[in-house]
Every structure is written in C-alpha cells, then in structure tokens.
T-cell receptor, first 115, second 112 residues
Framework: NAGVTQTPKFQVLKTGQSMTLQCAQD?????MYWYRQDPGMGLRLIYY???????DKGEVPNGYNVSRLNKREFSLRLESAAPSQTSVYFC??????????????FGDGTRLSIL | QQQVKQSPQSLIVQKGGISIINCAYE??????FPWYQQFPGKGPALLIA?????SEKKEGRFTISFNKSAKQFSLHIMDSQPGDSATYFC???????????FGAGTRLFVKA
C-alpha cells in the first residue's frame, strides 16, 4: 500500500521555467491538498480539492495552478517559476467529507529549488 | 483569527525526560486538533488527535492536554527517547472544513 506518492522527489529549475508536480493516492480518499513548507512557517495550504471535480484556493495560491485529474491524482503546476517558490512541496489526502474530520496522509515531498 | 501559535520553536530534552510543546488558537469554531510528527526527508504523519469535548487523551507515551476555556492545547512526550527526535506540528480544523491550520512547528532533539 503506497499511500501518497509524489514525483519528482527533487527538482532544480531556472527562473521562468514551468513545471508540474505530480501526486497520486491509492487510499480512495475524497480530498487532496497541496502545501508548501518553509523554515519557521509550518505548512501553508496552496490549493485543495474537496472532491473529484472541484478545486479551491488555499492560503498562498498565487503563482500556482492545480488539476484534479481523477479521484486518485492531483497535480500542481508552476507556470513561471520564481525564486520565492523555492520550497518543499507536500501533497496530502484525506477521507474528509462534510460532517467528519479525518487526518491527512502526506507524501514524502518534492524539494524544489529555483535559481 | 485563523492562526495557531506554537511554542517553542526548538526543544532539547535529555533521554527519559518530558517534552512539552504548546499551542494556542483563536477560532472557537475549531473542533478537531491533531498533532503531526515529521522526520527529516519525510512527510508529516498523524501522531495523536483530540476533540474539545475531552480534556486529555493519552496514547502510549504521548498525551494531549486540552484547555477549551483558554483555547490552548499541548503535547506531552513522557520518557522521551532519541527516536522521538523530529519536528512536531499542532493543527486545528473544524467539522466539514477543508483548511487545516498548522502551527509553525517545533524541532525536538532528545539527547542520549
């Protein structure tokens, strides 16, 4: 049981390049999330998808786009990378639905450096 | 009002000692408070969680204490071990919500 799988694990980009981070979960979860983790700032939500077919902005959506390709897959795209987007990106999923709380299950992250 | 404030930023504890991490929140709509543990190079993983209808929850060496009136909650790690060395995040969420709010994290180092 793989859980949440993120690819790639590491990436170096030049300013202005574009890139898509991939995420897939095999737990049949409804909700999926993209976070960025920066030192001293915890985890900040970029975008989330409450269920297949829906996406919504989180706390720091500027400069990013997302696609919920199907129930399993949720991708994050940087259209024109900037040095401020250097971070560790985590994808997560949960069984959350209205009226319930379920913990989030995280992938092991993508470490992205933008020069 | 959406913030969760976590302290300390870092903590060094001797093996066998008690590690204590504190968090405070503002939004009284929060009704689910998980703690996550993160090892270097890995994603966070759920450690223990509590709802505000109880004042304490214990799982093995890990205990959450919850003070609803003060809007504070804390994680206690008893008999801390070097293997507990990790970053710990408190978080807050509410029923039907999709925007879990995370604290800034505490880096715990347990000295052997």
């Amino acid at each position: 049981n793989a859980g949440v799988t993120q690819t790639p694990k590491f990436q170096v980009l030049k300013t202005g390049q574009s890139m898509t981070l991939q995420c897939a979960q095999d737990m049949n979860h409804n909700s999926m999330y993209w976070y960025r983790q920066d030192p001293g700032m915890g985890l900040r939500l970029i975008y989330y998808s409450a269920s297949e077919g829906t996406t919504d902005k989180g706390e720091v959506p500027n400069g990013y786009n997302v696609s919920r390709l199907n129930k399993r897959e949720f991708s994050l795209r940087l259209e024109s990378a900037a040095p401020s987007q250097t971070s560790v990106y985590f994808c997560a999923s949960s069984k959350t639905g209205k009226g319930s709380n379920q913990p989030q299950h995280f992938g092991d992250g993508t470490r992205l450096s933008i020069l | 009002q959406q913030q969760v404030k976590q302290s300390p930023q870092s903590l060094i504890v001797q093996k066998g000692g008690i590690s204590i991490i504190n968090c405070a929140y503002e939004n009284t709509a929060f009704d689910y408070f998980p703690w996550y543990q993160q090892f270097p190079g890995k994603g966070p993983a759920l450690l223990i969680a509590i709802r505000p209808d109880v004042s304490e929850k214990k799982e093995g060496r890990f205990t959450i204490s919850f003070n609803k009136s003060a809007k504070q909650f804390s994680l206690h790690i008893m008999d801390s071990q070097p293997g507990d060395s990790a970053t710990y995040f408190c978080a807050a969420d509410y029923t039907g919500g999709f925007k879990t709010i995370f604290g800034a994290g505490t880096r715990l180092f347990v000295k052997a």
